[in-house]
């Protein structure tokens, strides 16, 4: 792969793991409202969306959610978060190698900026990136490609020259439509629902930050 002009990453799962213990909150709290759902079922059926979109499919399966749903768990969740997210291992190593090769890069995220700050402020993180965008604030959540478009603009890079570092098939679905190139981050391995999805949309798959770097020509 050529070096990019710039990085786009998503903030769950590729910088943070905040997916993990979210999963965990949601499943717990759902199975009080009607609707049990495994690990693999929540992974399949709901990773990539946004809470709104969860909210509207535990609906649709038959969970009986009160109007606040959203906000409570949305409060619960940002609670949680700044009690300890745990770091993706490389991924600091990996921005270091971006800083010195001079490749700016950024975040697209479906998730609310407060989020974003929560999870990635603990660690120092914002600060390094150009920009750390929503799609849910942009109003067209993954896989529409707008918040990737955004934070390409932002970097001053054209879509083809940039990359974009993806854990959820609907994100690699975001970058695809947008014309970048994608590379799917698996650090469980190939066989998770997610990992699957980003192979069926013929995005490489790697399972190490350590490994990055050379993945991008640096």
Partial sequence: MTRPAALLVACDGVNVDSEGPTFDLLIADLATRGLTLTRLQLETDFIGGTIETIAAKARAAGAVLPPDWVATIYARMYAMLAEGTRLIPGVV?????LDRAGIPYAVGSNGPVEKMQISLG????????TVVLSGQA?????PAPD????AAAACGARPADCVV????PSGAQ???????????FAEHGPDTPPA???TALGVPLFHSMADLPALLDL
């Fill in 122 to 129: 603990q660690h120092g993180l914002i600060p390094r990136f």
């Fill in 165 to 168: 570092i993806e854990d959820s």
């Fill in 147 to 150: 918040v990737y478009l955004a």
């Fill in 196 to 198: 699957r999805g980003l």
């Fill in 138 to 142: 942009l109003g067209r959540p993954k």
């Fill in 93 to 97: 190593d990996a921005f270091d190698a």
């Fill in 174 to 184: 975001a970058a695809l439509a947008a014309g970048m190139r994608c590379l799917g």
